[in-house]
C-alpha cells in the first residue's frame, strides 16, 4: 500500500494534470481487490480534498478582489456575445427584407444611382473650375516668391485640363487664352532667372574683401564684423528682361506684387513654403532646369544659354571694372591722374575668380541637364536636344579675356609701333578681332543739342548709381568726386588703368596660372587648342619683344648717335640718384637702364627669360661696339692709333703696367695707403722699372703732336667712358650674380644649352667693358708719361743751356711751361671725372720719369754752362712744384734730378772725389753721361787719353763702393 501511495504520489508530482491524476486512481481502486486498500485510499483522497479545499479557500480570501473583477468581465463578455448574436440575427432577417424590397423597385433605383454620378462628375467639374479660376493668383503669388517649380506644375496642369476635359467650358475661354499665354513665356523669365544665377548670383559674394577692409571709412560701419551696404551690390542686379512682366503675369484687380502676396495668402497660406527657394544656388538652378523640362522648353533653352553667354560674361567685365574703381575711389586713389597697372591685376584676379565661378556653375547646370536628357524617352538626341559642353564656357571666356587683353595690352598701338605697315596675322576666333583691327572711317565729333543730365526721368540705372555713391562719399566728407569719373575712357570702353604694352608684366603670372587651370580641366589631349596661351605667345613673341626691341633701340640710339656720345653726361639729379660720385656717360645710364629694365622683363615673364638674355646679349654687344668705335675715334688719328692708346694695345706692356704696385693699390684702394708706408722702396723700384719699360720703348726719338692727345676735352672723354665702363661692368655683374639657373627658368634640353651660350657671352661682354674701362685708365696714365716726353726730350736735345749770364734769358724753358700748363689742365680734368685712387695712379711716380728723362737727357747737350745749370735747376724746381701741388707729397725724385745737375758745377776731378766721399748714388751710365757733359763744357779738361782715365777711374770708383756696399749688407746678415 504504501509502495502504492508513494507511486501515486509520484504521479503526481510529474504529472499535475487533473485528468491524469483520476485515471491514475481509478486504476489503482480497479487493481486493488482488499476492501480495507479501498478505504485507504478514500481516506487518503478526502483528505487530499480537504486539503485542496482548505488551500482554495485561503486563494479565494487572498485573491478574491482579482477573482471577483475575473467573473464580473467574464459575465460582461457573455452578456454583449450574447446581445452581438441578437443583433446580427435581427441585421439578417433587415437585409432579406431589404433585399425583398428592392427586387421590388430595381429600375427607379438605377436611375437614382445613375443621377447621383452624374451630379458627383458635374461637382467634380466645377471644383476643378474653381481651382482654376484661383491659378492666376496662385501663379502670380509662386512667382513672385520664386517657387517656380510649383508654379510651372500647376501652369501645364491647369493648361492640360483646360486643353482636355474642359475644353467645351466656353466661360473659361479668357482664362484659357491668358494661361496658354502664360506657359508660352513662362520660360522667358526662367531663362533669365536661371542667366541670374549663373553670372550674377554665382560671383555677387566676390570682390567685396577690399571693400570689407575700407568698411570704417563709410557711415553705417558700426561693428567690426558688420559691413555697409556696398556701393555697388552686382547680387540686387538682373537681367534685362524683369522677372515680372506686368503684361504675362499680372491681374486686373492687382496694383502691386506686395498686395498680391498678401491676398494669395490669405487665400492659399499652407500651400506656399516658407524656405527660401534661392537659399541653395545650386539647387535652385536643378528646379529651374526640372521647370523648364516640364515646359519642355529645353533646347530654346540651351540656345539662349550659348547666345547669352558671351554677352553676360562681358556685363561682368563691366560690372568689375567699376568695381575696382570703386575700391580705389574708397582708397582716395585718382585713376585719372595715376597710371596703375595694379588696378589692372585685381580686375584680373577678380575676374579669374569669377570666371571660375560662372564655369562652376555652368556645370552645375550641365549636370542637371545631362539627368534631364538621360530621364527623357528615347535619348536627348531624338528630341532635337544637343546639350552644350564645358569647353564652349571655357571657349568663351578665353575670348572674353582676348578681348580684354588686346583692350587694355593696346594690341592695335603695339601692332602699329613695330609694324606700321604690316597687317595682323594672327588668325582670331571671333569677328570682332577682324572688326578691331580693320580702318575704322573718321567719325565727326557729336554734339548733342539739348542735355537732361539734371532732369530725374533721364537718369540711368547706373548714373543712379553713381548718385547713390557720391551722396555716400559726399556724406564722409573724405572724398570728392565719384569714381566712374576716375575710370579712363577709352572710346566705348572704360579701363582702371593705362592701356599699354607695359601692363604684360604684371598680369603674365597670375594669367598663366589662370590659362594652366584651364588646359588642366581641358586635358592633355585638349591643351594645345588653349586659345588665350596661343594670344598670349603671340602677342610676347610677335608684338611685345619686338615694341620692346624698338624701344630700347630708340632709347640708345637716341643718346649714343649724337655728334660726340662720349661727352654727353648724365644730369646732377640722375647721377644722385644713381649714387655715383664722378660723372657717367648718358649713353651708359640709358643702357644699364635698358638692360634693368630688361631683367625686369625676364623676372616678370619668366617663361621668356632666354629671349630677353639674348636682347641683353644683343643690346651690350652693340653697345660694346658703339664704345670701342667711340674710344677709337679718339686715340686713333688717320688710322694710326696714339703712342699711349697703342701702349695700352700691347699686351706685354699692358700686362707690365698692370702687374705693378701701383696698378694693384689702385685696384684696391683702401690698401694703399698701408701699402705705400710699409712698402715705401718696393714702390719706387716699381716706378724705377715703369720708367725703363718706357724710356726704353721711346728712345731718344722726338714724338709728333699727331701722336698724342693735346686737347684735353678728349682725355676727359676717356676718363668718363673709363668711370662709365667700369660702373656698366659692375652692375652688369650684379645683374647675372642675380639671374636663376637654367633649372628655374622653364627651359629644358636645346634651351638649356642656348641658355648657358647666353650667360657665357654674357660674362664675356662684362669682361670686356671691364677691359675697356682698363684700357681707357693705361691711356690716360700712358698719355701723361708721353707728354713728358713729348716736351723734355726736345729740350735736352735741342735746348741751348750754355748760356752766359745777363746776356741770355734765364726765364724757364718754354717747353717746361707748356708741360706743367698741360699737367695742370690734365690735373684739373682728371680731378673732376676720376676717383681719387685712380687720380692717385695717373700722377704718382711721374716725378720718378721726369727725372729720369731729364737725367738720361744730359747724354744729348752739347754744352752746359753754369747758368745753363741753374736755368736747368729752375726748370725741375717749378715741375716739382707743380707735382706736389697736384699729388700732395714731396716728389723727391725731382730732387735727385736736381742735385745730379748741381753735381755739374764741380769740375771733373772734383766729381770723382765727389763719388768717393758721397758714395755711388746715381747709375755708372749715368755718372759717365756727366763726366762726358763736363768734358764738353768745361775748358782746360785735357786731352782725350786723360778723358779716358777719368772714366776708368769713375767706372773703379763705382766697382769699390760697390764692393764696400756689399761687405757691409754680408755684415749686416750676419750680424743678425
Request: charged fraction near 25%; glycine fraction near 4%.
Amino acid at each position: 500500500m504504501a509502495a502504492d501511495t508513494g507511486r501515486y504520489r509520484n504521479a503526481v508530482n510529474k504529472n499535475k494534470d487533473p485528468s491524469g491524476l483520476l485515471i491514475s486512481v481509478i486504476r489503482t481502486l480497479s487493481s486493488s481487490d482488499d476492501v480495507q486498500d479501498r478505504e485507504t485510499e478514500k481516506g487518503r483522497l478526502e483528505e487530499a480534498f480537504e486539503t485542496c479545499d482548505r488551500d482554495l479557500d485561503e486563494l479565494i480570501v487572498q485573491h478574491y478582489a482579482e477573482l471577483t473583477t475575473a467573473i464580473r468581465t467574464y459575465q460582461s463578455i457573455t452578456e454583449r456575445i450574447t446581445s452581438s448574436r441578437n443583433k446580427i440575427k435581427q441585421v439578417k432577417e433587415n437585409l432579406l427584407s431589404c433585399k425583398m424590397l428592392l427586387h421590388c423597385k430595381r429600375d427607379e433605383l438605377r436611375k437614382l444611382w445613375i443621377e447621383g454620378i452624374e451630379h458627383k462628375h458635374v461637382l467634380q467639374l466645377l471644383d476643378e473650375i474653381e481651382s482654376i479660376k484661383q491659378v492666376p493668383q496662385r501663379l502670380e503669388a509662386y512667382m513672385a516668391s520664386k517657387h517656380y517649380l510649383h508654379a510651372t506644375d500647376m501652369l501645364v496642369t491647369a493648361v492640360e485640363s483646360l486643353e482636355g476635359p474642359l475644353l467645351q467650358v466656353e466661360g473659361l475661354g479668357d482664362l484659357r487664352l491668358e494661361l496658354h499665354s502664360k506657359k508660352l513665356n513662362i520660360h522667358l523669365v526662367l531663362i533669365d532667372e536661371l542667366h541670374r544665377h549663373l553670372y550674377i548670383k554665382s560671383t555677387s559674394r566676390l570682390g567685396h574683401k577690399n571693400k570689407d577692409k575700407n568698411a570704417a571709412r563709410l557711415p553705417g560701419s558700426t561693428t567690426k564684423d558688420a559691413s555697409p551696404m556696398p556701393v555697388l551690390d552686382v547680387s540686387s542686379l538682373s537681367t534685362p528682361r524683369k522677372l515680372l512682366d506686368s503684361s504675362q503675369f499680372s491681374t486686373p484687380g492687382s496694383s502691386s506684387v506686395r498686395e498680391l502676396q498678401q491676398d494669395v495668402r490669405e487665400l492659399n497660406q499652407s500651400d506656399l513654403p516658407e524656405v527660401d527657394p534661392e537659399e541653395n544656388s545650386a539647387e535652385f538652378m536643378g528646379i529651374l532646369i526640372k521647370a523648364l523640362a516640364k515646359l519642355k522648353k529645353i533646347p530654346e533653352t540651351i540656345k539662349a544659354i550659348m547666345e547669352r553667354l558671351e554677352p553676360e560674361l562681358k556685363q561682368i567685365v563691366k560690372r568689375s571694372t567699376t568695381q575696382i574703381a570703386d575700391h580705389a575711389y574708397q582708397r582716395g586713389e585718382n585713376l585719372a591722374q595715376e597710371s596703375q597697372p595694379r588696378l589692372l591685376l585685381e580686375l584680373l584676379e577678380l575676374l579669374f575668380d569669377k570666371f571660375k565661378a560662372v564655369a562652376q556653375a555652368h556645370s552645375v547646370v550641365l549636370a542637371h541637364l545631362q539627368k534631364i536628357a538621360v530621364q527623357c524617352p528615347g535619348g536627348a538626341h531624338e528630341e532635337g536636344i544637343k546639350l552644350y559642353e564645358q569647353a564652349d564656357v571655357s571657349a568663351k571666356i578665353q575670348t572674353v579675356l582676348q578681348v580684354l587683353l588686346m583692350e587694355y595690352l593696346d594690341v592695335k598701338n603695339s601692332r602699329s609701333a613695330t609694324e606700321p605697315s604690316a597687317q595682323l596675322s594672327y588668325a582670331s576666333t571671333g569677328s570682332e578681332f577682324a572688326a578691331f583691327f580693320a580702318k575704322k572711317k573718321p567719325q565727326r565729333a557729336k554734339q548733342s543739342l539739348f542735355k537732361f543730365e539734371s532732369s530725374s526721368h533721364a537718369i540711368s540705372m547706373s548714373a543712379y548709381l553713381r548718385e547713390q555713391r557720391r551722396e555716400l562719399y559726399s556724406k564722409s566728407g573724405e572724398l570728392q568726386g565719384g569714381a566712374d569719373d576716375n575710370l579712363i575712357e577709352g572710346g566705348e570702353m572704360k579701363f582702371v588703368c593705362k592701356p599699354g604694352a607695359r601692363n604684360i608684366t604684371v598680369i603674365f603670372q597670375p594669367l598663366l596660372r589662370f590659362i594652366q587651370e584651364i588646359e588642366m580641366n581641358m586635358g592633355p589631349g585638349q591643351a594645345k587648342q588653349c586659345q588665350l596661351r596661343a594670344f598670349l605667345t603671340y602677342y610676347i613673341n610677335d608684338l611685345f619683344l619686338n615694341q620692346v626691341r624698338t624701344e630700347i633701340n630708340k632709347e640708345i640710339e637716341a643718346v649714343s648717335k649724337a655728334a660726340d656720345p662720349l661727352k654727353i653726361l648724365a644730369s646732377a639729379d640722375t647721377m644722385k640718384v644713381l649714387g655715383v660720385q664722378r660723372p657717367l656717360l648718358q649713353s651708359t645710364v640709358v643702357v644699364e637702364k635698358s638692360i634693368q629694365d630688361l631683367m625686369s622683363l625676364m623676372q616678370d615673364l619668366s617663361a621668356y627669360s632666354n629671349q630677353f638674355l639674348e636682347m641683353v646679349c644683343d643690346k651690350l654687344k652693340e653697345y660694346k661696339e658703339i664704345c670701342n668705335t667711340a674710344y677709337r675715334g679718339i686715340v686713333q688719328c688717320e688710322e694710326k692709333l696714339t703712342i699711349s692708346a697703342s701702349w695700352s694695345k700691347d699686351e706685354d706692356i699692358s700686362r707690365l703696367l698692370q702687374s705693378l704696385p701701383n696698378w694693384a693699390n689702385m685696384a684696391q684702394p683702401r690698401q694703399t695707403r698701408q701699402k705705400r708706408e710699409d712698402e715705401e722702396d718696393f714702390t719706387r723700384a716699381a716706378f724705377a722699372k715703369e720708367s725703363e719699360v718706357l724710356t726704353g720703348n721711346l728712345g731718344d726719338k722726338l714724338i709728333p703732336q699727331n701722336e698724342i692727345l693735346r686737347d684735353v676735352s678728349d682725355l676727359k672723354a676717356l676718363a668718363n667712358l673709363h668711370e662709365s665702363m667700369e660702373w656698366l661692368a659692375c652692375r652688369l655683374k650684379t645683374f647675372f650674380a642675380n639671374l636663376p639657373h637654367a633649372s628655374n627658368s622653364q627651359v629644358v634640353g636645346e634651351s638649356e644649352r642656348s641658355r648657358e651660350q647666353i650667360l657665357q657671352t654674357l660674362s664675356d661682354l662684362s669682361r670686356g667693358f671691364q677691359d675697356i674701362a682698363d684700357r681707357c685708365l693705361l691711356v690716360l696714365h700712358l698719355e701723361v708719361r708721353v707728354h713728358c716726353f713729348h716736351y723734355l726730350i726736345p729740350l735736352t736735345k735741342q735746348g741751348n743751356y750754355a748760356i752766359v749770364a745777363n746776356v741770355e734769358s734765364m726765364d724757364y724753358d718754354p717747353l717746361v711751361v707748356k708741360l706743367n700748363k698741360d699737367i695742370s689742365a690734365i690735373e684739373e680734368a682728371m680731378g673732376a671725372a676720376l676717383q681719387q685712387h685712380k687720380f692717385q695712379y695717373i700722377f704718382e711716380g711721374l716725378g720718378h720719369l721726369i727725372s729720369c728723362i731729364l737725367i738720361n737727357g744730359a747724354q744729348y747737350f752739347k754744352r752746359i754752362s753754369e747758368s745753363g745749370i741753374k736755368k736747368m735747376c729752375r726748370n725741375i724746381f717749378v715741375l716739382q712744384q707743380n707735382l706736389t701741388n697736384i699729388t700732395m707729397s714731396r716728389e723727391a725724385d725731382l730732387d735727385f734730378a736736381r742735385q745730379y745737375y748741381e753735381m755739374l758745377y764741380n769740375t771733373a776731378d772734383e766729381l770723382l772725389n765727389l763719388v768717393v766721399d758721397q758714395g755711388v748714388r746715381y747709375t755708372e751710365l749715368e755718372y759717365i753721361n756727366a763726366l762726358s757733359l763736363l768734358h764738353r763744357s768745361q775748358t782746360g779738361v785735357g786731352d782725350l787719353s786723360t778723358q779716358n782715365i777719368r772714366l776708368q777711374r769713375l767706372k773703379e770708383i763705382i766697382c769699390e763702393q760697390a764692393a764696400i756696399k756689399q761687405a757691409t749688407k754680408d755684415k749686416k746678415i750676419t750680424t743678425v
